[in-house]
């Protein structure tokens, strides 16, 4: 992927046209979002130059401490109460997972969840796997395994969520820790998305999502 980054960004990688970016602000402008906050880094203006004048608000995570660092820098700017969390590096050709998540939101943390099919699923690493339900509460998510393939038919969350006040009572700078915390006490819940998720992170996933995004 390095290959294809523009000016050291991943973000800027071009996927049918449109940067990752781009598809990600114009997923969260088309849930009815009207402030759209991006976390970038003082170390890659390009991403500053290419969202002039677009209407979003940028703020500068110092250092690259993970995403738990990340949102607590864009809260400085939205404040308190739930956010819907967009990771730029996932697409989602069949559905706009943004707007699932507003409209099944109920108060508490939401995560958007795919069923993994092929054969899209086939560029999936095993991580993000729910390992334990009721009705549509998650109640264990697994450890990450970068090195083996993602077992089909079963569900991952999808870089799509919205945090809550809850999320932050318990945060211990690790999302994962935090999110089987709350599901531990039964306050994390899902919203089931039917679309292919192409993890864009990853070069076999880059290849898919141009094939998928050029037709």
Same mark, same amino acid.
């Given at each position: 992927?390095?290959?294809?980054?523009?000016?050291?960004?991943?973000?800027?990688?071009?996927?049918?046209?449109?940067?990752?970016? @781009?598809?990600?602000?114009?997923?969260?402008?088309?849930?009815?979002?009207? $402030?759209?906050?991006?976390?970038?880094?003082?170390?890659?203006?390009?991403?500053?130059?290419?969202?002039?004048?677009?209407?979003?608000?940028?703020?500068?995570?110092?250092?690259?401490?993970?995403?738990?660092?990340?949102?607590?820098?864009?809260?400085?700017?939205?404040?308190?109460?739930?956010?819907?969390?967009?990771?730029?590096?996932?697409?989602?050709?069949?559905?706009?997972?943004?707007? @699932?998540?507003?409209?099944?939101?109920?108060?508490?943390?939401?995560?958007?969840?795919? $069923?993994?099919?092929?054969?899209?699923?086939?560029?999936?690493?095993?991580?993000?796997?729910?390992?334990?339900?009721?009705?549509?509460?998650?109640?264990?998510?697994?450890?990450?395994?970068?090195?083996?393939?993602?077992?089909?038919?079963?569900?991952?969350?999808?870089?799509?969520?919205?945090?809550?006040?809850?999320?932050? @009572?318990?945060?211990?700078?690790?999302?994962?820790?935090?999110?089987?915390?709350?599901?531990?006490?039964?306050?994390?819940?899902?919203?089931?998305?039917?679309?292919?998720?192409?993890?864009?992170?990853?070069?076999?996933?880059?290849?898919?999502?141009?094939?998928?995004?050029?037709?």
């Amino acid at each position: 992927m390095e290959e294809n980054a523009v000016l050291g960004c991943k973000e800027l990688i071009e996927i049918g046209g449109k940067t990752m970016l @781009e598809h990600t602000i114009q997923e969260l402008e088309n849930a009815g979002f009207e $402030q759209i906050v991006v976390v970038s880094s003082p170390s890659k203006p390009a991403i500053d130059n290419e969202l002039m004048n677009r209407g979003v608000k940028i703020v500068h995570q110092v250092e690259p401490k993970g995403l738990v660092d990340a949102i607590k820098c864009a809260r400085d700017i939205m404040g308190l109460g739930p956010c819907l969390i967009a990771l730029p590096d996932v697409l989602f050709p069949d559905a706009n997972p943004s707007a @699932e998540l507003v409209s099944a939101f109920e108060g508490e943390t939401l995560l958007a969840v795919v $069923q993994v099919e092929a054969p899209w699923g086939s560029q999936l690493k095993d991580t993000g796997r729910v390992t334990e339900w009721h009705e549509n509460k998650i109640l264990g998510i697994s450890d990450k395994f970068p090195n083996r393939d993602f077992p089909l038919g079963e569900y991952r969350i999808t870089g799509r969520a919205i945090w809550t006040e809850a999320f932050w @009572e318990i945060e211990d700078d690790d999302e994962v820790s935090t999110l089987r915390c709350l599901g531990s006490l039964e306050k994390l819940s899902a919203c089931f998305v039917k679309t292919k998720y192409i993890d864009v992170g990853n070069p076999k996933g880059y290849m898919y999502a141009q094939s998928i995004f050029n037709q």
